[in-house]
């Protein structure tokens, strides 16, 4: 299953966008790419996936390379409420399993 | 649509006492998973199922946890008899079918003494 990089913290000023950026060099052709988040005490929460092409919606848009070894999620405008820790996913393609790494904690300040 | 539901929140055990946990997961959503997130790190796999059958129990430590999901629906993990490395936050998971996105519950912390 391929691995992801990514920063351990980042900051953001609140109402800007923020950009979180993900590698994942080894990833395969038929493997996606997975975004949750996780606030405090909750369990994690889907934001976006996808395969080659960049994806938008509600909460976020995700930018992935034309290699597909890296990809970036964007929050367009960043809240205090999207203080989190963003975990970025290479999901199996042999058996669907969704692997956590440590994420990046993203502080959103005002 | 009502979320996962997880039960208790929170539980304090001494160690080799023994503890069950319970996960209702989104109504008709066929697959269900169990996940332990130690402090500090990402959730961690530790058994899926399909319906009521088993897929993948890999990392679950089988000496001393356990897990079923009887009729398919509700779940219950237990753990006896349960060790300090154990304290964690244990989250169920529901999707709609193997590939479609997770919906997490809040999980249940544990702290073993």
């Known amino acids: 299953d391929a691995k992801t990089t990514q920063p351990t913290s980042m900051d953001c000023a609140e109402g800007r966008a923020a950009n979180l950026p993900c590698n994942h060099s080894t990833i395969s052709g038929n493997e996606y790419v997975y975004w949750y988040r996780q606030i405090h005490s909750q369990g994690p929460q889907y934001i976006i996936h996808?395969?080659?092409n960049n994806e938008t919606n509600e909460m976020a848009s995700l930018i992935i390379t034309e290699d597909r070894k890296s990809s970036t999620l964007i929050l367009p405008h960043a809240t205090l409420r999207d203080t989190a820790v963003y975990y970025c996913?290479?999901?199996?393609?042999?058996?669907?399993?969704?692997?956590f790494g440590a994420g990046t904690t993203v502080t959103v300040r005002a | 649509e009502a979320g996962v539901a997880q039960s208790p929140r929170y539980k304090i055990i001494e160690k080799r006492q023994s503890v069950a946990f319970w996960c209702n997961p989104i109504?008709?959503?066929?697959?269900l998973y169990w996940y332990q997130q130690i402090l500090g790190q990402g959730p961690k796999l530790l058994i899926q199922?399909?319906?009521?059958?088993?897929?993948?129990d890999s990392q679950l430590p089988k000496d001393r946890f356990s897990a079923e999901r009887l009729k398919g629906v509700d779940s219950t993990l237990k753990i006896q008899p349960a060790k300090l490395e154990d304290s964690a936050v244990y989250l169920c998971a529901s999707s709609s079918a193997r590939g479609e996105k997770l919906f997490f519950g809040s999980g249940t912390q544990l702290s073993v003494l």
């Open positions: 996808g395969l080659k």
């Open positions: 109504s008709g959503h066929a697959t």
């Open positions: 199922f399909q319906n009521n059958g088993v897929v993948d």
């Open positions: 996913i290479v999901r199996s393609s042999n058996d669907y399993k969704l692997s």
